[in-house]
């Protein structure tokens, strides 16, 4: 059996400027340990109940790739790729970059999207979930 990690809160000691570290301490321990996945959420700023909107959250593609810089054997994905932030073809190219530069470790998992507070902070659309799950389809 192989054990994946999560983290979505970056509100670690040493505030902002100890993300980068921390999170690579992180990451090699894990594979050393033998972690099979690492992932991080698909979210733009913190949500309830991890923390306030102001807290820490990194962007989750870039974050993967950090890891994957990292690592060299666990498999990497956001928890749940949410479908309404990216057009089809971005996400598409964004997670084969990632499966190209981290040696094939890239899985996508991909959802409807829920937090609808995170989507009008950010001026993103956001549908009815019907239309999300025809997002979805394509």
């Known amino acids: 059996m192989k054990l994946g990690l999560h983290t979505g809160d ?3 000691a040493g505030g902002p400027g100890a993300i980068a570290s921390t999170l690579a301490e992180f990451a090699v321990a894990a594979e050393e340990a033998g972690v099979g996945t690492l992932s991080l ?13 102001t807290e820490p959250m990194l962007e989750g593609y870039t974050g993967l790739g950090f890891l994957a810089a990292h690592t060299s054997r666990v498999q990497l994905h956001l928890l749940c790729t949410g479908v ?5 073809g971005l996400l598409a190219k964004t997670v084969t ?15 409807a999207a829920w937090f609808e507070r995170e989507h009008h902070g950010l ?4 549908p009815p979930v019907a239309e999300r799950f025809e997002m979805l389809e394509e």
Request: without cysteine; aromatic residues 16%.
């Open 41 to 53: 959420m698909d979210h733009f700023f913190q949500i309830p109940p991890l923390g306030a909107a």
């Open 123 to 126: 001026g993103v659309p956001f």
């Open 10 to 12: 970056f509100g670690w």
């Open 84 to 88: 309404t932030y990216r057009n089809p």
């Open 97 to 111: 970059t990632l499966d190209v530069l981290s040696g094939g470790r890239a899985t996508l998992g991909i959802g």
